[in-house]
Each structure stands twice: as C-alpha cells, then as structure tokens.
C-alpha cells in the first residue's frame, strides 16, 4: 500500500474549522471533547491531537473492526484518546457511555477509505480480485455478493439507478441476474462492463471505468450509506455545545447533497405559516453554515488524486442567549 492511500484529504482546512473559537465563548482555553466520528487510520485524529491542548479529549469512532484496530494502537501512545467501534449514528449513545452528553467539535470524512478500498479481501474495489462483500463492518449485515445473488432484477436496477445514478441500470441488472451466481469483484466488473454501450469523453478518452458507479450503488446499498449519513449529522449536530462545529468531508453527488440539505435545513430555521406574527429573533436558526463548500487545490490534489471530488462543509451551533452556558 502506498502512503499516498492514508492522506487526509482537506485536512488544514478541517482542523482549523473544527478549532476555531467562536466569539462568544468566555474561556479560549477551556477544554472540550472533540469527536473524529470516521477514525478510518487516523490522519484527520492525528491533526486534531497535534491541535488541541493537554486537557482536551478526543474520541474516535468507526464501524470497521481494523480501523479500531488502528485506532487502539495510537490510543496506547496517547492518553487524551479514546475509540469505541460504533456507526456515527450511535454517536449519543457513545457518548453516554463516557459519561459525556456535549462535544465542541465532530469530524465527519464520509464514504470508503483508501485502506478499505486498497484491500482486496473487502471487496469494495475491482482492481484485483476479491470477494464481493463491500461491508464497511464484515461483521454486521448481508455481504453484496449474497445480496447480488439473491436480490430481484427490479431491486438491483433501482439501486445502481438511485445510488450510482447510472442510466444503463436496467440492462446492468439484467446481466447480473443472467451470470449468476457471482463471487469475485472482476468477474463483477466485467459482467457491468458487457452490458453497457462505451462511454467515452472528450477525444474519445473514457471518463472513468465503466463499472465504477454500479459498485459505489451497490456498496451505498448494502451499508445503507445515505440513511447512514442522514441519522450520522442528526446526531452529531445535536450533541454540539454551543459554538461546536460539525465538519463534513464527501465525497461525490449523493453524499454532498445529503450534507448540503441537512445543513441548510439547521440553518434556515423552521418553516411557519404565512402572517404568523413571530419575531425573526424568536425563530433563529439552531446552525449557522461558516463559508461555503471547500474544495482541494491544484497542489494537493496532485499530491493525492483522491482528494479531486472532496467537499468539506462546516456548519456552528448557534447560541439563542449569545453566552457560552
């Protein structure tokens, strides 16, 4: 494995967006917990530790048993660690566990990561062979390979429909069902590949691999990604203390959408009726949205190509009374 595969994307941007004080907080140098609720191999934890003060804390999450693993070796080197093996949708219960119901700050780099897609025992890439499995916890749940097998025509053609937005989906899912049983990542890729015309770019080079958004849908499907993010950011922003941030990296369409509705809805406050007569005051929003998407400039992305389609959307919980309780 290269060490290109275990560089954080956008990571100055994130810790400095997860690190800066908002203006009403009373004690600049008061302690907080901090959450890296995707610990992944612990670039974006490394960072954050290398911020934060001797009496800060910081607990990492993640539902893949090696990156726990990874995680409880850096934990034995440093005493302001913790890691739990959770989804970031347990995030409240996590918490409870240790005694804490309040965060300043939670760090969210959504989707696959290098090591999981670099591993061809996980199956979640078509580069070498492997079993289809795709499951970001092995452990929990139905692997894809015995979803693909076993799953109506109908249903894998929605799926790389809605989650890999992929306009051949029904022939796709035709062909899928015609060779089963299937049970290795390239003989996966190949059987997508046949069933769909060639797609070509400019000057008749291929955009991207003609399998590539069937085995993200189908990846998407089997660990119930978009459920998975919508409950992770409910979670997340509610367990903010005021003036705590929530930081989101994603990785394409779907996954920034899903950030970028959720934020807005934090941020726009509820919708009432028409003539009700309410102060703007008495319905300010929970969140307030800091800047816009960010995106990797020239030199990181060609110091790591993976960064190319990242997105990092910040968003603060906001202070009704304007004090730090």
């Known amino acids: 494995m290269s060490d290109e595969s275990h560089l954080p994307v956008l990571l100055k941007e994130t810790i400095e967006a997860v690190t800066t004080r908002a203006p009403y907080w009373e004690e600049a140098s008061d302690a907080g917990l901090y959450v890296d609720a995707t610990f992944g191999r612990g670039g974006h934890t ?11 804390r910081l607990l990492a999450i993640d539902r893949d048993p090696e990156a726990v693993l990874a995680g409880e070796r850096l934990m034995a080197e440093e005493p302001r660690l913790t890691v739990r093996r959770a989804r970031f949708s347990e995030l409240a219960r996590v ?54 097998n076993r799953a109506e025509e109908k249903e894998i053609a929605r799926v790389i429909r809605t989650y890999g937005e992929e306009r ?10 015609r060779a089963r049983p299937l049970e290795d990542t390239r003989l996966l890729a190949d059987v997508i590949r046949t069933a769909i015309p060639a797609r070509r770019g400019a000057r008749g080079v291929k955009k991207s691999d003609d399998a590539t958004r069937s085995f993200q849908a189908i990846r998407m499907h089997v660990n119930d990604e978009l459920e998975e993010i919508e409950a992770g950011l409910k979670a997340a922003f509610e367990v903010l203390e005021p003036g705590g ?31 009700l007569p309410v102060r703007a005051s008495e319905v300010e929003p929970e969140g307030r949205l800091i800047g816009g998407p960010v995106r990797a400039g020239a030199r990181e992305i060609e110091a790591n190509p993976r960064s190319r389609s990242a997105t990092l959307r910040v968003l603060e919980r906001r202070s009704a009374q304007g004090a730090r309780p």
């Open 168 to 177: 051949f989906a029904n022939r796709i899912a035709a062909a899928i069902v």
């Open 245 to 275: 941030r929530l930081a989101v990296i994603s990785f394409h369409s779907l996954e920034d959408r899903a950030v970028k509705r959720s934020f807005r809805a934090l941020a726009s406050g509820p919708k009432l009726p028409k003539g």
């Open 95 to 148: 918490l409870a566990e240790q005694g804490a119901s309040r965060v300043r700050a939670v760090i969210m780099d959504l989707g696959v990561s290098s090591p999981q897609l670099d591993d061809p025992d996980r199956g979640f890439s078509f580069r070498a062979s492997g079993p289809i499995d795709m499951r970001m916890d092995p452990d929990a749940g139905e692997s894809a390979g015995d979803w693909l």
């Open 46 to 56: 490394r960072a954050l530790l290398a911020r934060l003060g001797p009496d800060d």
